[in-house]
T-cell receptor, first 118, second 113 residues
């Protein structure tokens, strides 16, 4: 079975500083990887995903994540954060089921609360 | 617009009462999911359904029940057997989760007093 570990439960940064939110996964087979963002009292929104191809994927609001197969990581980065980026971020993985016949449920990490201070 | 709707947004119930949370989607997704979210614990899967009239237990199904009589609807009942029901509940749906991920509703915050 796969698992996801988000290494930091909380990350405080100042506005316009760079940030990295770390995510490691455990799976013996190929996986698909996702980052979601959750603003207070709302549902999760898909931020970006890695399916195949280029290991660097980008979102429309300046975030990027790099898939590193050898380190089984999918860290999320932004070179300059804004106050509006304050939210909780979840890393998730999709891997084949036990029979290897299909991909199914996503497994989520514990979440990282990003707080951007002025 | 297509989407997934959870209602109500806030719900208060007395201890010992059953309560049903609504989840409706018009995305024509086959699969639907219920998650519970508590501070510092991430998302924990309660139940999921990959097709109408079929559903499976997730990691924390005890004290909960679901039904899937229609493709669009996947209501969750929190029963009196659930020892600590106060939480934020999220419903999601998907068509091919490995490609598209999940679409989430905006959640229901349940408080049991």
């Amino acid at each position: 079975a796969q698992s996801v570990t988000q290494l930091d439960s909380q990350v405080p940064v100042f506005e316009e500083a760079p940030v990295e939110l770390r995510c490691n996964y455990s799976s013996s087979v190929s996986v698909y990887l996702f980052w979601y963002v959750q603003y207070p009292n709302q549902g999760l929104q898909l931020l970006l995903k890695y399916l195949s191809g280029s290991t660097l994927v980008e979102s429309i609001n300046g975030f990027e994540a790099e898939f590193n197969k050898s380190q089984t990581s999918f860290h999320l980065r932004k070179p300059s954060v804004h106050i509006s980026d304050t939210a909780e971020y979840f890393c998730a993985v999709s891997a084949p089921n036990a029979g290897g016949t299909s991909y199914g449920k996503l497994t989520f990490g514990q979440g990282t609360i990003l707080t951007v201070h002025p | 617009d297509g989407g997934i709707t959870q209602s109500p947004k806030y719900l208060f119930r007395k201890e010992g009462q059953n309560v049903t949370l609504s989840c409706e989607q018009n995305l024509n997704h086959d699969a639907m999911y219920w998650y519970r979210q508590d501070p510092g614990q991430g998302l924990r899967l309660i139940y999921y359904s990959q097709i109408v009239n079929d559903f499976q237990k997730g990691d924390i199904a005890e004290g909960y029940s679901v039904s899937r009589e229609k493709k669009e609807s996947f209501p969750l009942t929190v029963t009196s057997a659930q020892k600590n029901p106060t939480a934020f509940y999220l419903c999601a749906s998907s068509i091919e989760p490995e490609i598209y991920g999940y679409t989430f509703g905006s959640g229901t915050r349940l408080t049991v007093v």
